[in-house]
Nanobody, 123 residues
Framework: QVQLVESGGGLVQPGGSLRLSCAAS????????MGWYRQVPGKQRELVAT???????NYAASLKGRFTISRDNAKNTVYLQMSSLKLEDTAVYYC?????????????????WGQGTHVTVSS
């Protein structure tokens, strides 16, 4: 069974920084795209950033320059470095990954979500 476990959320003042981590565990054969999404109550979940296994990245246009996504393939972990945080960055941040697992019928590719970590930007 595959799990994505996020950490690093919390309360931060405007202008501050936070680093989120998301570690994948289980019978993992490989991980393709990993990414971060965020959601505020009453709104749709939105893309923050994604990163391919080779390191290519994609960002929401409004966040590029303040947020940096990275990954450690050896640790099956993706990171999100957030800086110059604004009040409107307050949200639940979710990790997402396309993971290949070892199954009895052969390799199986599925998309997984983490449970979410709260980020609150407030003075």
């Amino acid at each position: 069974q595959v799990q994505l476990v996020e950490s690093g959320g919390g309360l931060v003042q405007p202008g501050g920084s936070l680093r989120l981590s998301c570690a994948a565990s289980g019978r993992i054969s490989g991980i393709n795209t990993m990414g971060w999404y965020r959601q505020v109550p009453g709104k749709q979940r939105e893309l923050v950033a994604t990163i391919l296994s080779g390191g290519s990245t994609n960002y929401a246009a409004s966040l590029k320059g303040r947020f940096t996504i990275s990954r450690d393939n050896a640790k099956n972990t993706v990171y999100l470095q957030m800086s110059s945080l604004k009040l409107e960055d307050t949200a639940v941040y979710y990790c997402n990954a396309d993971i290949i697992t070892v199954a009895s019928m052969g390799p199986l590719l599925r998309n997984y979500w983490g449970q979410g970590t709260h980020v609150t930007v407030s003075s």
